[in-house]
């Protein structure tokens, strides 16, 4: 026989097919449905699927919900969903919004729709709202408006949030799901140049945490080997490396907004093996080697006089050197001096100009990756050889650094060794990029969470 399908009939006939277990309809139902997906319209779609049990329909619709998110709670749907089901969408991850502000103003507008009816919930939703993550000017103003005001367990959750802000020393301490941030919230991670069988790649590439994808970004206007990267103003810097031949002093400025490249002023050096890292706006090329010998002289860049300056030069020259900063310093980490690889360590404030030795690594560290969170200081992944031996011991030791105590202690190490390994922070975890294991480079990517210390 024949069936229509059509927008008036479509539920009838499903839940019938689902009944009568007619798999071919129940298949060219849910097409259908699939074809029919709308901001409008998925919620409903959505729980029907859930409620007939077919699993893909509800699947597409679920993705399409989270993808869209930002047009369905603009739309009658999702002002109409029990508290139940708003509780369900609001702990999710998946939702694709700019930023936690967006959620909260979402279940605000939804309790509003009848407020005498879903005030009662207005505690038990705000529970899943990631209050800590909201700028504090935002918190502030939740604490005078009315909705809260007469809320104790609201008032809770807004002190939580306020403690937060107030004491980031306890952050570590004060971990809870409302920390976590929601995958779309976190940025995005670029990944720059490497080796590839030209024996150096000019593409860019980024990864989104929501989508869980790479993808192609744009090109380096040439080969660069060893280079420093860092973000400025939402902008990738390029700074110095080696094309190969000979060593640069060149920097080029990547703008992701309008996907153009532009030529910044050179360095008064030409480093590779440099670190690069931004502290209080200015930045910062530290160390290298510039063709003939290894460097401890370190240069900023001021983006206000677009000029290049030397500051206060390092103890050790360090090619291959780890960057970060924590707490208003610099840290240059390891790194290798011409005759062996280093494990020391020193950090840089730019308010007194001036180098400071901090405690030692366990290891000698090359080419090591290093990021930080939530007060701590992370040296990850590298190489320990004396120049003149080609075998070098590859790690995949992972130690962190706490300031205050000026202490290293051993984490959880990688799956592999990582040398001349990327890392950075996204969200809530390190980020492991790449590198080199000793026999091949790598494409593969692994992140740590330091709340549960696992790889």
Not at 268 to 281: C, K, N, Q, Y
Not at 376 to 402: K, M, Q, W
Request: proline share 4%; aromatic share 8%; charged share 20%.
């Amino acid at each position: 026989g024949r069936l229509e399908l059509k927008e008036d009939n479509i539920e009838c006939l499903l839940s019938t097919a689902c009944l009568l277990q007619l798999s071919q309809v129940v298949e060219a139902c849910c097409r259908f449905l699939m074809k029919q997906l709308h901001p409008s319209n998925c919620l409903g779609i959505r729980s029907f699927a859930d409620a007939q049990g077919c699993s893909d329909l509800h699947k597409v619709a679920h993705n399409y919900t989270m993808e869209n998110f930002m047009e369905v709670i603009r739309n009658q749907e999702f002002l109409l969903l029990p508290a139940t089901e708003i509780a369900k969408l609001l702990a999710s991850d998946d939702m694709n919004i700019p930023n936690e502000e967006t959620i909260l103003n979402a279940l605000l507008t939804w309790v509003r729709h009848d407020l005498e009816q879903r005030r009662k919930d207005l505690s038990k939703l705000l529970a899943y709202i990631r209050l800590p993550l909201l700028a504090p000017q935002f918190l502030a103003d939740m604490e005078n408006n009315a909705l809260f005001r007469d809320d104790i367990e609201c008032q809770k959750l807004i002190m939580e949030a306020m403690k937060y802000h107030l004491l980031p020393e306890r952050r570590p301490m004060l971990q809870s799901p409302r920390t976590k941030p929601r995958k779309s919230t976190v940025g995005v991670l670029f990944a720059v140049g490497g080796m590839d069988a030209t024996k150096g790649a000019t593409s860019i590439e980024k990864y989104e945490l929501r989508t869980n994808t790479w993808t192609p970004v744009a090109n380096m206007n040439g080969r660069r080997l060893q280079f420093g990267v860092a973000v400025l103003d939402d902008k990738l810097f390029v700074v110095g490396g080696r094309d190969g031949l000979k060593t640069l002093n060149t920097v080029e400025c990547y703008n992701p907004r309008s996907k153009t490249w532009s030529v910044m002023p050179p360095m008064s050096t030409h480093r590779h093996g440099l670190g690069v890292a931004v502290l209080e706006g200015p930045m910062y090329a530290v160390g290298g080697h510039d063709g003939w010998s290894y460097l401890n002289t370190v240069e900023r860049w001021d983006p206000q006089a677009r000029q290049w300056n030397f500051v206060a030069s390092m103890s050790t020259p360090r090619s291959t050197v780890g960057v970060a900063i924590l707490n208003g310093k610099l840290y240059a980490v390891g790194g290798r001096d011409g005759s062996s690889c280093l494990k020391s360590v020193e950090c840089f404030d730019p308010h007194t100009n001036k180098w400071t030795l901090c405690a030692q690594m366990s290891k000698r560290r090359g080419g090591v990756g290093v990021t930080t969170w939530n007060g701590f200081l992370y040296a990850i992944g590298g190489h320990d050889a004396p120049a003149s031996n080609l075998t070098s011991r590859l790690s995949d030791c992972v130690e962190r650094y706490d300031p205050k105590t000026d202490m290293w202690t051993a984490v959880a190490s990688m799956s592999i060794s990582r040398d001349a390994v990327g890392v950075c922070l996204l969200g809530d975890k390190l980020y492991a990029v790449g590198g080199y294991d000793g026999q091949t480079y790598l494409n593969t990517v692994e992140s740590y969470d330091p709340q549960t210390n696992e790889w």
